[in-house]
C-alpha cells in the first residue's frame, strides 16, 4: 500500500512539473506579439508595395495591439530586404511585404544569399494586380497584332522600358517576346516615374506597366494601350483585349503582394497573422486604398499562398530559361 502511495506521489510530481514545463511555451504563443512588429519592403519609400504595406501596416497595428513599424530596403531587384528577412529570427517580428519579384528572382538572380522557398514562410496573398501592354502613340502601330507584324519587320530596332531588373513588367515583356518571336531590347530604370518619363516623350517604345499607373494616358491618348496581361479584360480597360484572347492562350501575368515571415516561424503565430490580414482584406477602408492603387484583394489560406509561391517560382523559372533573361 506504501509502495503505492508513493508511485502515486511521483507521478503525480512528474504531471505537475510537465504542465510548468509547457506553461512557459504557451503562454508565450498566447502572448504574441508583446513588442512593435517590424515590416520590411525591399522597395523605394512613396510606391504602390509601400502605400500598400503601409495601409497594412496600420490596420495590424489596430488588431494585434502593437505598433507596426515599416522599414525600406530597397536595392539589388529587391533582394536586398528580401535577405534581411530570409536571415531575420523566427520570432515573428520582422515581416516581409513584397511582390512578385521575388518568384522571378529566384531564378534570374543565380547568387542569391537566401532560398526563396526554404528561407522565407508564406503568410497571405494581400492582392493581385494586371499588367497593360502600352506604347508611344507616335509609333505607327494600331493594334497587338500590328504590333507583332512591326517588330518583326523592324527585328532589333524596338525597345521596352520596365522599373528594374526582375519586376514583373521586366519579365512579362521577355515572356512576350518567347512566345511571339519578336526581338525587343530590355531597357531597365530604377522605378516608375523615369519609365513613365521616357515613354512619354518617346526615348522608349514600349512597357507592361501596372493598369493604374498608366491609365490617366491611356486615356488622354497620351499612351496606347495593346492588350492587358490578365485571363480577363480589366474592368477600367473594357475595350482593351487579352492577350490570351489574341492567340496566345498561355500568356497570364498577374503581378501580386503578398506577407511573408522568415522561415520556422511558430505556425501558431502564422496562422494568427492570417487570421488576422484576412479580416482586413475584408475592410472596406483597406480594399478602398487598395483600389486606388489598382490591385485587387485576394487573401485566402496559408497553404493556398504556398501553393501560388512554389508555383510562380517554377513559372518564371522556365521564363527565364526559354528567354535568356539576365538581371542588367
Known amino acids: 500500500m506504501i509502495c503505492l502511495k508513493k508511485i502515486f506521489h511521483c507521478w503525480k510530481q512528474f504531471i505537475t512539473l510537465a504542465v510548468f514545463a509547457f506553461t512557459p511555451v504557451i503562454t508565450l504563443a498566447q502572448a504574441y506579439p508583446n513588442k512593435p512588429?517590424?515590416?520590411?519592403?525591399?522597395?523605394?519609400?512613396?510606391?504602390?508595395?509601400?502605400?500598400?504595406?503601409?495601409?497594412?501596416g496600420q490596420k495590424l497595428s489596430t488588431q494585434l495591439g502593437q505598433p507596426i513599424v515599416v522599414e525600406n530596403k530597397?536595392?539589388?531587384?529587391?533582394?536586398?530586404?528580401?535577405?534581411?528577412?530570409?536571415?531575420a529570427p523566427s520570432d515573428g517580428y520582422t515581416l516581409l511585404f513584397t511582390t512578385i519579384s521575388m518568384a522571378i528572382n529566384a531564378s534570374l538572380r543565380p547568387?542569391?544569399?537566401?532560398?526563396?522557398i526554404k528561407d522565407l514562410q508564406p503568410i497571405i496573398q494581400i492582392s493581385s494586380l494586371p499588367l497593360v501592354l502600352v506604347i508611344n502613340p507616335n509609333l505607327p502601330p494600331k493594334t497587338f497584332q500590328e504590333f507583332i507584324a512591326y517588330a518583326k519587320a523592324n527585328a532589333g530596332k524596338l525597345n521596352y522600358a520596365s522599373s528594374g531588373s526582375g519586376t514583373s513588367p521586366h519579365l512579362a515583356g521577355e515572356m512576350f517576346k518567347t512566345m511571339t518571336g519578336i526581338s525587343m531590347t530590355h531597357i531597365p530604370y530604377k522605378g516608375n516615374a523615369p519609365?513613365?518619363?521616357?515613354?512619354?516623350?518617346?526615348?522608349?517604345?514600349?512597357?507592361f506597366g501596372l493598369v493604374p499607373g498608366m491609365l490617366p494616358?491611356?486615356?488622354?491618348?497620351k499612351l496606347r494601350a495593346l492588350a492587358v496581361t490578365t485571363k480577363t479584360r480589366v474592368a477600367s480597360l473594357p475595350d482593351v483585349p487579352t492577350i490570351m484572347e489574341l492567340g496566345y492562350p498561355n500568356y497570364e501575368i498577374n503581378s501580386w503582394q503578398g506577407l511573408f515571415a522568415p522561415a520556422n516561424t511558430p505556425p501558431d503565430i502564422i496562422t494568427k497573422l492570417n487570421e488576422t490580414t484576412?479580416?482586413?482584406?475584408?475592410?472596406?477602408?483597406?480594399?478602398?486604398?487598395?483600389?486606388?492603387?489598382?490591385s485587387d484583394p485576394v487573401g485566402g489560406s496559408i497553404s493556398q499562398f504556398s501553393t501560388h509561391v512554389v508555383s510562380e517560382v517554377n513559372k518564371w523559372a522556365k521564363v527565364v530559361k526559354d528567354s535568356g533573361a539576365q538581371a542588367d
Open 195 to 207: 519609365v513613365l518619363n521616357d515613354l512619354l516623350a518617346g526615348q522608349v517604345d514600349a512597357h
Open 217 to 221: 494616358y491611356i486615356k488622354s491618348g
Open 37 to 56: 512588429i517590424t515590416i520590411v519592403v525591399p522597395f523605394v519609400a512613396g510606391g504602390s508595395t509601400d502605400v500598400t504595406a503601409r495601409a497594412i
Open 278 to 294: 484576412n479580416r482586413i482584406l475584408s475592410d472596406p477602408e483597406f480594399r478602398a486604398v487598395l483600389a486606388k492603387e489598382g
Open 111 to 116: 547568387k542569391l544569399t537566401y532560398d526563396s
Open 74 to 87: 530597397p536595392g539589388a531587384g529587391s533582394t536586398i530586404g528580401v535577405a534581411y528577412v530570409a536571415k
